[in-house]
């Protein structure tokens, strides 16, 4: 069964240092990935996709097939960053997402 | 342009009643989503439209959940006799997939349902 681990529910960084938050997932197939954030009263958004190789707000996320993660790093945390951030694993091009139980991200100045 | 809107917002039901959460996609949005968010976990997924065919069900909870596209645009997602297990954020989701790629999904506010 798929799976999406997101083993840090809250991740607390100063204002200027990395931050990195952890996902891991379990699919026998090859799933698209994202990151997708949810900021203080509002809707949840796309923050990036693994698809489009983008950087997004500083962030970026790799694809390791090998130990089946998706990690989301960014090299200097901003207070904006603070949020609630979900990765989520999309089986076919068309179809539900699987999402982890999302971390909370806290940047303190 | 307007993005996917959900009414009501809040809703609070005694338990047994019955209610009905709606949703507004994107206009020409072919795919709708719904999903259930309780409370400290990710959202999970209820079921899925492309324009009013519902291709998938596998994760409606119980048969007491039931949803409707009718016309493939506003969909709505409604519980029968409600239990305390139903609360949560019931979030609906619409993107316009194109053959072969991976379409971003757009999330409405959601409807806050609390059953006492």
């Known amino acids: 069964a798929q799976r999406v681990t997101q083993p840090e529910k809250l991740l607390s960084v100063f204002k200027g240092a990395p931050v990195e938050l952890k996902c891991n997932y379990s699919?026998?197939?090859?799933?698209?990935l994202f990151w997708y954030v949810q900021y203080s009263r509002q809707r949840l958004q796309l923050l990036l996709r693994?698809?489009s190789r983008e950087s997004i707000k500083g962030f970026t996320a790799d694809l390791n097939k090998g130990e089946t993660s998706f990690h989301l790093k960014k090299p200097f945390a901003q207070e904006e960053d603070s949020a609630m951030y979900y990765c989520a694993l999309q089986p076919d091009s068309w179809g539900k997402l699987q999402f982890g139980a999302g971390t909370q991200v806290v940047v303190t100045p | 342009g307007a993005g996917v809107s959900q009414s009501p917002r809040y809703k609070v039901a005694k338990r047994g009643q019955d209610v009905a959460l709606r949703c507004d996609p994107i206009?020409?949005?072919?795919?709708l989503f719904w999903y259930q968010q309780a409370l400290g976990q990710g959202p999970e997924f209820l079921t899925y439209?492309?324009?009013?065919?519902?291709?998938?069900k596998s994760g409606l909870p119980s048969d007491r959940f039931f949803a409707e596209r009718p016309e493939g645009s506003v969909s709505t997602l409604k519980i029968q006799r409600t239990q305390q297990e139903d609360s949560a954020v019931y979030l609906c989701?619409?993107?316009?997939?194109?053959?072969?790629?991976?379409?971003?999904?757009?999330f409405g506010p959601g409807t806050r349902l609390t059953v006492l």
């Open positions: 699919y026998s197939g090859s799933p698209e």
């Open positions: 206009s020409g949005h072919v795919s």
């Open positions: 989701a619409s993107s316009s997939p194109k053959s072969g790629s991976w379409d971003e999904q757009f």
């Open positions: 439209f492309q324009n009013e065919a519902q291709l998938d």
């Open positions: 693994h698809i």
